[in-house]
């Protein structure tokens, strides 16, 4: 039985496929459809055909906005495949889907190489240490070159790059392959659908023999095993060069490189293979490990940065603050086995005209229809409706799920993005995906009043199914604000409300989310608190020291960070109370003393303090650090951060010019500029707040030839808005 259970693990892949906007990234998910025979016919994006593309504004806006799971089957293999977003503004759905894999396929294209947003996956998948394979993208482009993409690929990821393939032919030329651990050559016909094996072509030979040269030196100086058999015969067979480049991705010290062109269906074969023999099943990876049940359902009293809908999302703040104390705790560990214990992390929520779908990577244990599960996330039990296995929006019925799938269920009322699901007898609680902090604001009314109360529900219903998605009441104002991680994130969101509810929506102006920093610190600032009325009083007294945090502690632009130390001596502060004093301190983090915004890049010292033998508490000693550091941050040098971007726009040569006008008055600072592929590539530096309707006015510049595309960078000190108080 155990053997079984090993053979069916090895035979599933759970991967991703990751990459900036237009480097191919549907096309090669559907073109990997269509080569396991799951469709019969190719999607195309332009046309609106395709199967991971579903939502009427992925086809309308001709990108993918939302994660799409579908399964397929390849040399007896399970394949499942989450087509992920390539734009900025849909990060964290990247994030959650990379939370659950277990492998990567990075698609680049050929003449464009590594593109800001290419870089920015490429790290949440370092983050997650996600194992990946690179598709070099596009070959039959005019200026494709594979060197040069792999340059830009080792130059700007780091990774150490293993090209595994020759091309055969250039630009409209590109006919096909040369497998350089075979060594032999694989052609595909016009239309793609025939792959004719030869001999490497005499004209090739050389150079692929030079090249397969190069790859066995390059496998041999990171590889124990291959680095002996090189030194006894001064070459690789091909078994051990498979072998060592499966070992090497698999540890992430190096990446395996294959190229093609996926919308003329060429490369697509030999990529199948590589996911299959390269990339890690579940029994390859570490068994999962979460904290046991007592954990379960820990609320967080971090205040007012996600007050959704009257409070719905509460569980996030859990969710964080479990997964924060679940660094500093051992762990439980649950092998992916199908018979022990159930585990399985939710990933995504939709909704659909069938129901609530919750998407479920299952880690360990067998989970069938009808089972009851414990929801960590709301502490309770709750009960699977039915399994589905996902074809995008087409599902099977299944009768159950088993470590390493990923599945949908359909009956969890309570479970968000993050919730851990578990064996009621065996709970355990999981370590959520991040959820990045919004950065764009726009306020939101319903244009009647009849229809208020269903523009509340909507919103909640949204921020339920997209964490980065935060809803708020301004208490000035009174106006429903909601914030995402940019200007299309939010478009998307209240159309999304205005075709699947007919709501009319009235939207303001967007709005960046600013914060602010210390830039000169104060030290010695004494605070006391007193108060009696009757009865226990509260008393606490403390002494503060705070100071920007360096550049190494804030990361690079003072983007982010806040640490809290004591250095009280003699017991003067009890250890109970030091930490009331640090969750006082975090809490007056919320408002800032410029402009009321939330402030980061900070340390903060507890140097010294009282107590009182009857009146003090965690209550007062917690109401001293939020009064207390308010009371320093209104003495010290502070300035205001605004959110910046890197991005990078592509035009024709003769048009360089007005584009690097419009960055200047846009407060833009240009950091590179290239020509490739006949097209100048500008970068620069430029606030968010600079780029609302930019789009546009580079269409009009340009004649709708330019494009850009943007990333964030951080924080950086907004003009005019250092302030001493």
Same mark, same amino acid.
């Given at each position: ?666 407060? +833009? @600072?240009? #950091?590179? %500029? $290239?020509?490739?592929? !006949?097209? /100048?590539?500008?970068? *620069? &530096? ?17 004649? +709708? @030839?330019? #494009?850009? %595309? $943007?990333?964030?960078? !951080?924080? /950086?000190?907004?003009? *005019? &808005?250092?302030?001493?108080?």
């Amino acid at each position: 039985m155990r053997n079984h259970l090993d053979r069916h693990l090895s035979a599933v892949r759970n991967l991703g496929i990751l990459a900036h906007v237009d480097a191919g990234k549907t096309t090669v998910t559907e073109r990997i459809l269509y080569a396991t025979g799951t469709t019969h016919k190719r999607g195309e994006v332009h046309e609106g055909t395709t199967i991971t593309d579903f939502d009427p504004q992925e086809r309308d806006r001709g990108i993918t906005i939302f994660a799409a799971a579908v399964s397929c089957d390849w040399d007896g293999h399970r394949i499942n495949l989450i087509d992920t977003p390539g734009h900025v503004d849909f990060a964290d759905e990247v994030e959650r889907s990379l939370r659950v894999l277990d492998g990567a396929v990075a698609v680049f294209d050929a003449v464009a190489g590594v593109e800001p947003q290419s870089e920015s996956v490429w790290r949440q998948a370092d983050r997650h240490g996600v194992p990946r394979i690179a598709f070099v993208n596009k070959l039959d482009r005019v200026g494709a070159d594979l060197d040069a993409a792999v340059a830009s690929i080792r130059e700007r990821l780091h990774p150490v790059p293993l090209v595994v393939q020759l091309p055969i032919g250039t630009e409209d030329g590109f006919t096909g392959v040369v497998d350089l651990l075979r060594m032999r050559a694989l052609t595909w016909s016009d239309d793609g659908e025939t792959a004719v094996e030869d001999d490497v072509p005499e004209g090739l030979r050389e150079e692929a023999l030079r090249r397969r040269r190069l790859l066995e030196e390059a496998v041999a100086e990171r590889h124990p095993a291959a680095l002996e058999e090189f030194c006894d015969g001064e070459t690789l067979s091909a078994e051990t060069l498979s072998g060592a480049l499966r070992e090497l991705t698999r540890t992430g010290d190096a990446v395996v490189v294959l190229c093609g062109s996926a919308y003329r269906n060429r490369g697509i074969e030999p990529l199948l293979d590589a996911v299959v023999a390269y990339l890690p099943s579940p029994s390859d990876v570490p068994p999962v490990c979460g904290m046991p049940g007592g954990v379960a359902g820990m609320r967080s009293t971090k205040g007012g940065t996600r007050d959704v809908a009257d409070g719905m999302h509460g569980t996030v703040h859990g969710m964080h603050e479990t997964a924060d104390r679940m660094q500093d705790a051992v762990g439980e560990q649950r092998p992916a086995d199908p018979a022990a214990p159930f585990a399985a992390l939710a990933f995504k929520v939709a909704a659909t005209p069938t129901g609530r779908l919750t998407f479920l990577r299952v880690y360990s244990g067998t989970i069938e229809k009808g089972d009851a599960v414990w929801e960590s996330g709301a502490r309770r039990i709750e009960r699977i409706g039915r399994i589905l296995r996902v074809q995008a929006d087409r599902h099977a019925q299944l009768e159950r799920a088993v470590a390493g799938d990923i599945v949908a269920v359909i009956g969890l009322k309570s479970a968000r993005a993050g919730s851990t699901l578990s064996a009621p007898g065996a709970p355990l609680v999981l370590e959520p995906p991040g959820v990045a902090d919004p950065v764009v604001s726009v306020a939101v009314e319903a244009r009647t009043s009849t229809d208020a109360d269903r523009l509340v529900s909507a919103l909640a219903r949204l921020a339920e199914e997209d964490p980065s998605l935060v809803v708020r009441t301004d208490p000035e104002t009174g106006q429903t604000v909601l914030s995402g991680m940019g200007e299309l994130h939010l478009e998307v969101a209240v159309e999304k409300i205005r075709r699947s509810l007919g709501l009319e929506v009235n939207v303001g102006r967007p709005r960046v989310t600013y914060r602010e920093t210390v830039v000169r610190g104060v030290s010695g600032l004494i605070f006391r608190h007193v108060k009696q009325d009757g009865g226990a009083g509260q008393f606490a007294q403390i002494v503060l020291d705070v100071e920007p945090l360096d550049a190494e502690e804030a990361g690079e632009g003072a983007e982010t960070g806040f640490t809290f130390r004591s250095t009280v001596v003699g017991g003067r502060v009890p250890q109970e109370y030091v930490r009331a004093v640090e969750a006082g301190c975090r809490d007056a983090l919320a408002e800032g003393p410029v402009g009321g915004h939330p402030v980061t890049g900070l340390r903060v010292t507890l140097t010294d303090g009282a107590t009182h033998v009857k009146d003090s508490s965690e209550m007062a000693f917690r109401t001293a650090g939020r009064l207390g550091l308010r009371e320093a941050l209104r003495g010290c040098a502070m300035v205001v951060l605004e959110p910046v971007v890197e991005v990078t726009v592509t035009v024709a040569e003769d048009a360089v010019g007005g584009v690097l006008g419009d960055l200047a008055a846009r407060r +833009g @600072r240009v #950091t590179d %500029s $290239a020509v490739r592929g !006949g097209s /100048a590539v500008v970068t *620069a &530096t430029v606030p968010l707040a600079e780029l609302f309707g930019y789009a546009t006015r580079l269409r009009s510049r340009t004649q +709708g @030839r330019g #494009t850009f %595309s $943007a990333r964030p960078t !951080g924080y /950086a000190p907004a003009l *005019a &808005t250092a302030t001493t108080r």
